[in-house]
């Protein structure tokens, strides 16, 4: 059974303030995504990966960086938190190549930034 | 990029009723094009797909279809239950690797 998982559920940061969101999954998936979901926005791409070290960056990255230096883990960091990244992110996996092309979604962290 | 819109994006059905949702795409590259179910508080799960090169699919109560020429796909859920109580996300794959997912139905079957 694949496992996704990220370091926090919830999550209570200052404005300002460097802020990692961490996801690890165990079932050596090439690709791995966040994203932030919003109601009435559904889920909007943020970064993705597709191997280690490779990033591209998705609908929305302004605010965001990630790292990926490790193949089941990907981190997604905010600089400078803002009040409005108040969200919930999910992190997913995937295989990159042949038939299997679900995603995997971990359970999400949600964030409040004052 | 692609642009992917859902409607509706509410959905109130009688249990026992057929519940369709319906989207479409804009990149006619796109060729896979899943739906996920997300319960309240739970992450969201696969529950069906489809490739561009079918028309249809089905799964026990669930359907998906797809018409590449209008570029649009829809899942059908009949006999609806309690349980499928949940927003449901259509998404399509192109580029690469890159998935855009629709704004989301929230699906309620009243008992």
């Known amino acids: 059974d694949v496992k996704v998982t990220q370091s926090s559920r919830y999550l209570v940061k200052r404005t300002g303030e460097k802020v990692f969101l961490e996801c690890v999954q165990d079932?050596?998936?090439?690709?791995m995504f966040w994203y932030r979901q919003d109601p009435g926005l559904g889920l909007r791409l943020i970064y993705f990966?597709?191997?280690?070290?490779?990033?591209e960056k998705g609908d929305i990255p302004e605010g965001y960086s990630v790292s990926r230096e490790k193949k089941e883990r990907f981190s997604l960091i905010l600089e400078s938190a803002s009040t409005n990244q108040t969200s919930m992110y999910l992190c997913?996996?995937?295989?990159?190549?042949?038939?299997?092309?679900?995603?995997?979604f971990g359970p999400g962290t949600r964030l409040l930034v004052l | 990029g692609e642009n992917v819109e859902q409607h509706p994006s509410t959905l109130s059905v009688q249990e026992g009723d057929s519940a369709v949702i319906k989207c479409t795409y804009s990149?006619?590259?796109?060729?896979?094009f899943p739906w996920y179910k997300q319960e309240l508080g739970k992450r969201p799960q696969l529950i069906i797909d489809?490739?561009?090169?079918?028309g249809e699919k089905k799964d026990q109560r669930i359907a998906v279809t797809l018409n590449k020429t209008a570029k649009h796909f829809s899942l059908h859920i009949t006999e609806t239950q309690p349980e499928d109580s949940a927003v449901y996300f259509c998404?399509?794959?192109?580029?690469?690797?890159?998935?855009?997912f629709g704004t989301g139905t929230k699906l309620q079957v009243i008992p």
């Open positions: 997913a996996s995937s295989f990159k190549l042949g038939g299997q092309k679900a995603q995997y």
């Open positions: 079932m050596d998936h090439e690709n």
């Open positions: 990966s597709y191997d280690v070290k490779m990033k």
């Open positions: 990149d006619s590259a796109s060729n896979y």
């Open positions: 489809i490739r561009s090169n079918v």
């Open positions: 998404a399509a794959k192109w580029g690469y690797q890159k998935v855009t």
